[in-house]
C-alpha cells in the first residue's frame, strides 16, 4: 500500500522560509518522479516543483529562484524548501508520486499540509 506523508507546513511571515517533507512507504521510491502541487478551494491543483527519477527539476515560473526541490533515495523521501515566502504562496500543498518516472501528476497524493504566509 503506497503512502505518502507531508510535513512542515504552518504559519510564517511574509519573506520568511519553510521546508516541507514527504516521506512515502510502500513503492520504489527511486523509480518514481516526485513532485509537489498547491491548491485552494475551488481552484485547480497546480504544479509547484517536480523532480524526476533522474533527477531533473522543474519549477512554476511563479516559485523559481525561491524553492527547491530535492530527493533522498535512501530515505524514501523528496523536501521543498521555500525561501522568500509571500503571501501568495498561501495554499495547502501537495505531495504526489508519479510511477512514469519522467514526470509529475499522475499516480499517489498525500493528504496535504497547510503553508500560510502572512503579510
Known amino acids: 500500500q503506497v503512502e505518502l506523508v507531508e510535513s512542515g507546513g504552518g504559519l510564517v511571515r511574509a519573506g520568511g522560509s519553510l521546508g516541507l517533507s514527504c516521506a512515502t512507504s510502500g513503492m520504489v521510491f527511486s523509480r518514481n518522479a516526485m513532485g509537489w502541487y498547491r491548491q485552494t478551494p475551488g481552484e485547480q491543483r497546480e504544479l509547484v516543483a517536480c523532480?524526476?527519477?533522474?533527477?531533473?527539476?522543474t519549477y512554476a515560473d511563479s516559485v523559481r529562484g525561491r524553492f527547491t526541490i530535492s530527493r533522498d533515495n535512501a530515505k524514501n523521501t523528496v523536501y521543498l524548501q521555500m525561501n522568500s515566502l509571500k503571501p501568495e504562496d498561501t495554499y495547502v500543498y501537495y505531495c504526489?508520486?508519479?510511477?512514469?518516472?519522467?514526470?509529475?501528476?499522475?499516480?499517489?497524493w498525500g493528504p496535504g499540509t497547510q503553508v500560510t504566509v502572512s503579510s
Open positions: 504526489n508520486a508519479d510511477p512514469r518516472g519522467l514526470g509529475c501528476g499522475r499516480g499517489y
Open positions: 523532480i524526476t527519477s533522474g533527477g531533473r527539476t
